[in-house]
């Protein structure tokens, strides 16, 4: 692409992305109305680091073991068309004392705020 890496790590360490940069991303690809919005959490495993934030121990349905790493929440959605993005995200903060449930329920108020407008969501919402 012609652009060093250390010109990248400049820019992601100047710009503050967030869940609404890629609500932005996805919604022109998606039909915003009368899809399914759904839930998924990953960890980035990170078992040497020391001191990073955000490092935590989390359950790993890898390594159906708690290990540790990055926990990554996203709310996923997909169109009456079958098409399916990612609509906006979460970075698992323990000193928040939320649960993947809450981080959820904010996800899910933000994107309607935004204008997606699912016909279904998954109890537990």
Same mark, same amino acid.
């Given at each position: 692409?012609?652009?060093?890496?250390?010109?990248? *790590?400049?820019?992601?360490?100047?710009?503050?992305?967030?869940?609404?940069?890629?609500?932005?991303? =996805?919604?022109?690809?998606?039909?915003?109305?009368?899809?399914?919005?759904?839930?998924?959490? =990953?960890?980035?495993?990170?078992?040497?680091?020391?001191?990073?934030?955000?490092?935590?121990?989390?359950?790993?349905?890898?390594?159906?073991?708690?290990?540790?790493?990055?926990?990554?929440?996203?709310?996923?959605?997909?169109?009456? *068309?079958?098409?399916?993005?990612?609509? *906006?995200?979460?970075?698992?903060?323990?000193?928040?004392?939320?649960?993947? *449930?809450?981080?959820?329920?904010?996800?899910?108020?933000?994107?309607?705020?935004?204008?997606?407008?699912?016909?279904?969501?998954?109890?537990?919402?």
């Amino acid at each position: 692409m012609g652009i060093s890496h250390d010109s990248a *790590n400049r820019f992601l360490q100047r710009e503050r992305y967030g869940g609404k940069d890629l609500y932005n991303e =996805s919604a022109p690809l998606l039909i915003v109305k009368g899809g399914t919005s759904g839930v998924d959490d =990953s960890v980035l495993d990170k078992p040497y680091s020391q001191y990073l934030a955000f490092v935590g121990h989390f359950w790993s349905g890898k390594h159906k073991r708690s290990v540790k790493g990055i926990n990554l929440i996203t709310l996923y959605y997909t169109d009456t *068309n079958g098409q399916h993005l990612p609509v *906006n995200f979460r970075v698992y903060d323990k000193s928040e004392g939320k649960t993947k *449930n809450d981080y959820f329920r904010d996800m899910l108020e933000e994107v309607l705020a935004w204008g997606l407008e699912p016909a279904f969501v998954p109890s537990g919402a």
